[in-house]
């Protein structure tokens, strides 16, 4: 009997797999690429929600974590991850510099917004008001880790290239079998494909299209990440993602041309330079209406678990949840009403 299968290997799975490793339990991941949020994501970790200067949902105490899990998958799988970027907000305005200041006065805040203004001497960027600094930020290189941890899996014979088809489980007293494997728990991490799970769709998992355009500049040659309407992120080799779009009504897969135009446009606002774009991508963040991760177990099936719902910050959140989601099914521990997925009623 396995003790765990775990359905989707974005950043809710594979977190929740470091939880299974570190604790010695068998497990089988299945995962058929029909979602891409994690692999398409920015890969940006920054606490504060630059819109409002404020700081984002738990993300000082999930920072405190976050990072030393991401090091240790780095030492694990012997591949560079994390790296130190610094985020510059890019002021509109002389009363946004104010509010900055102001923003940095707060207890908590305080500590990741650096109080002096930045001055920009990039000559290929118009940034007439200055820059905030947000201090502890970086890059998660996820794609990198995906792929790397699944070899590790391959590995291990415990990954799956294929779709896990909802029909096949047959639910028996006390355990789970899927096709024809008993297993005590399934974990269901599917991101956005949690629309096809008969078992969950019942949760209020709204989505969110976004999609970035892949630009190339030569002189540009820019080392922080500038967030004005949209970020600009260094990748490297005069590589730059810019976004990202935020929509709520379309949830197909793929790119589309409005994105690209929107972030152009966006993008010419500070932009002195002249770029070619070399790639669009696209992905839909798993938002929730509440604005709160989905975490828990069945509520008429105590082996079959939820963890998603990780909307836009799946970096800083991926490894708690996944903590407090192992130690509810292992140890009994109750879940936080707020993340709690039976704060929802079944339909
Ligand atoms: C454009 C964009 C930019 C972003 N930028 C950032 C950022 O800079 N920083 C940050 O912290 N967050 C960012 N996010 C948000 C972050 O990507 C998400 O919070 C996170 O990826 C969600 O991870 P997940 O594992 O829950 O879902 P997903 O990444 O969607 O993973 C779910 C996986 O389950 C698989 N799956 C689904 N159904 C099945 C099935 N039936 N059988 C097998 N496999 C299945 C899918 O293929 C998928 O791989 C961004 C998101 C987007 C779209």
Same mark, same amino acid.
């Given at each position: ?24 339990? $068998? ?18 970790? /920054? ?44 002021? /509109?305005?002389?009363?946004?510099? /104010? *509010? ?32 905030? *600094?947000? *201090?502890?930020?970086? *890059? ?13 899996l391959e590995e291990k014979n415990a990954f799956c290239n294929q779709p896990f088809e909802y029909e096949d489980v047959v639910v ?35 989505? /969110? ?28 080799? +005069? ?39 070399? +790639? ?59 993340? +709690?997925?039976?704060?929802? +009623? $079944?339909?």
């Open positions: 009997m396995l003790d765990y299968i775990v359905v989707g290997f974005g950043l809710s799975g594979m977190s929740f797999v470091e939880e299974l490793e570190n604790n010695n339990k $068998t497990y089988r991941v299945y995962e058929d690429f029909s979602q891409k949020s994690s692999r398409v994501a920015g890969g940006l970790y /920054n606490p504060v929600i630059l819109k409002r200067f404020t700081l984002a949902w738990e993300a000082s105490e999930q920072i405190k974590e976050a990072i030393p899990f991401y090091k240790s998958i780095e030492a694990k799988l012997n591949k560079k991850l994390v790296s130190e970027l610094p985020v510059l907000r890019r002021f /509109n305005a002389a009363e946004e510099q /104010n *509010k900055w200041i102001e923003a940095g006065d707060k207890p908590l805040l305080g500590e990741f917004l650096c109080p002096e203004l930045i001055r920009n001497e990039n000559e290929h960027l118009d940034i007439p008001f200055h820059y905030g *600094k947000v *201090k502890h930020t970086g *890059k998660i290189d996820i794609k990198t880790m995906l792929s790397s941890y699944a070899a590790y028996k007293e006390g355990f789970i079998e899927y096709r024809g494997v008993p297993c005590r728990h399934i974990v269901f991490a599917e991101g956005f494909g949690l629309k096809k799970n008969p078992f969950f769709n019942y949760l209020p998992l709204l989505g /969110n299209k976004g999609e970035y355009i892949v630009i190339r500049s030569l002189e540009l040659q820019l080392k922080e990440a500038v967030k004005s309407s949209i970020f600009i992120i260094p990748l490297g080799n +005069d590589l730059y993602k810019v976004g990202a779009t935020y929509n709520n009504e379309d949830k197909s897969a793929e790119i589309t041309i409005t994105a690209r135009e929107e972030l152009e446009k966006k993008l010419q606002k500070f932009l002195k330079t002249p770029y070619e774009v070399v +790639d669009q991508v696209s992905g839909i963040r798993p938002t929730v209406r509440d604005r709160r991760p989905l975490v828990g177990t069945h509520p008429n099936n105590q082996n079959i678990h939820v963890l998603n719902g990780l909307g836009s910050r799946g970096i800083l959140i991926a490894p708690s949840v996944a903590k407090q989601l192992y130690a509810h099914i292992e140890l009994g521990v109750s879940l936080s009403k707020e993340i +709690d997925s039976n704060r929802f +009623d $079944t339909l």
